[in-house]
């Protein structure tokens, strides 16, 4: 009876041993601190420029062209549905943006074009583009040299709302730039 009883324990104690004796490594990865991102933004900064240094914030995702930074200082622009022309509103925000743009020459940017999610993939990654170009053509219109300037579409992929209503269409219909740092 003990021997019978041993054929079943011995096998449970070294499964419940293996078990226990193997633990999952768990990998942990540092996010930049502020001052390293502070430290790669310093040549973007001619004489101070205390303000933008300290509106970057890193994306998780990187960009087309390096390292991709958010800046609360940029702003985003949006679009009437299914159209990519820059209205007079919106023309005024990014005549604010080529101004600081203006104060950092070394800086360069990556333009994302956004749709909501009406249409398909397809159509909205062609949209998504135009809306792109046509604010980076406006940004060399307004003195920021081209080479500063690429893009991206996202089409209907990254919404900024979740939501399946006209007040959300509308926030996902938008042109959002983010600094890029090699």
Do not use: M
């Given at each position: 009876m003990v021997r019978k009883n041993l054929h079943i324990f011995v096998?449970?104690?070294?499964?419940?041993?293996?078990?226990?004796g193997c633990p999952k490594k768990t990998v942990v990865k540092e996010e930049p601190s502020i001052k390293k991102e502070a430290e790669r933004t310093k040549e973007m900064k001619p004489g101070g420029g205390k303000e933008f240094e300290k509106s970057l914030a890193a994306k998780r995702e990187p960009g087309i062209e390096g390292e991709v930074f958010e800046s609360k200082l940029l702003k985003d622009i949006h679009f009437d549905f299914d159209k990519y022309n820059i209205r007079p509103g919106d023309a005024e925000i990014?005549?604010?943006?080529a101004a600081l743009l203006k104060k950092y020459p070394k800086v360069k940017?990556?333009?994302?074009?956004?749709?909501?999610?009406?249409g398909t993939t397809e159509y909205n990654?062609?949209?998504?583009?135009?809306?792109?170009?046509?604010?980076?053509?406006?940004?060399?219109?307004?003195g920021i040299s081209s080479n500063r300037i690429s893009t991206i579409s996202y089409g209907k992929e990254r919404p900024l709302d979740p939501g399946h209503n006209e007040e959300a269409w509308a926030k996902n219909r938008r042109a959002h730039t983010v600094v890029l740092s090699k």
């Open positions: 096998p449970i104690l070294c499964l419940g041993l293996i078990l226990i990014l005549r604010g943006n940017v990556q333009i994302e074009g956004h749709c909501d999610e009406r990654l062609a949209l998504g583009e135009r809306r792109a170009n046509s604010t980076k053509k406006y940004l060399i219109s307004v």
